[in-house]
């Protein structure tokens, strides 16, 4: 079963532009991780949000977390062509030891 | 630091046969993870093991098994191999189990049974 949902599941944007996509969990959860994914290959770390975290910056990401809402927002800021990739949320409950990855978000960027 | 590797990187097999991979995690990682990712069911949980111990498991047949060395290198072994069992195949690695470790991935095994 999987723990996150993202959503859209497709996007495309122009580049400079913001990408925003959303993850919802259906549990509760000790943190809260975002993966990319570029095609076929392993996954990349890109930043993990603890539970009694609100919102996280790495570079251009920016983690936004709302555990009443039991959801979850990554934004890419200024957008290039390299970040064209498939994004997944991952969450991991306090019951489960495993990460629970969602179905992910193909994100295309256009030059 | 080298990063997590994979072996091999893409194997095809027939139904009925058995395959081994292959994972090395980061020097220093005692955890290791395996994932199976297919476009129908997405990435899924397969077990995880540290210290030579599975830790965890996920909801596959007793057909898939792994272990886990001294060394914390760990294989993952697949018998009697059906048509669905085609998929990437990503091994992670982490310094601890649990908690809030992230995970670093390997670039996979690309099984193909036919």
């Known amino acids: 079963s999987q723990q996150g949902e993202e959503d859209p599941q497709a996007l495309s944007i122009q580049e400079g532009e913001n990408a925003t996509m959303n993850c919802s969990y259906k549990?509760?959860?000790?943190?809260l991780q975002w993966y990319r994914q570029n095609s076929g290959r392993g996954l990349v770390h890109l930043i993990l949000i603890r539970s009694n975290e609100r919102e996280k910056h790495s570079g251009r990401l920016r983690v936004t977390l709302d555990t009443s809402k039991k959801s979850s927002s990554l934004l890419i800021t200024a957008s290039r062509a390299a970040d064209t990739a498939s994004y997944f949320c991952a969450a991991r409950s306090g019951s489960a030891r495993q990460l629970t990855f969602g179905s992910g978000t193909q994100l295309t960027v256009l030059p | 630091k080298a990063g997590v590797t994979q072996t091999p990187r893409y194997l095809i097999k027939t139904r009925g046969q058995q395959v081994t991979l292959s994972c090395s995690p980061i020097s220093g990682h005692r955890s290791v993870s395996w994932y199976q990712q297919t476009p129908g069911q997405g990435l899924q949980f397969l077990f995880e093991y540290f210290s030579e111990t599975q830790r965890n498991k996920g909801n596959f047949p007793g057909r898939f098994s792994g272990r886990q060395f001294s060394n914390s290198r760990s294989e993952m072994n697949v018998s009697t191999l059906e048509l669905g069992d085609s998929a990437l195949y990503l091994c992670a690695s982490s310094p601890g189990t649990g908690g809030t470790y992230e995970q670093y991935f390997g670039p996979g095994t690309r099984l193909t049974v036919t």
């Open positions: 549990t509760s959860i000790n943190n």
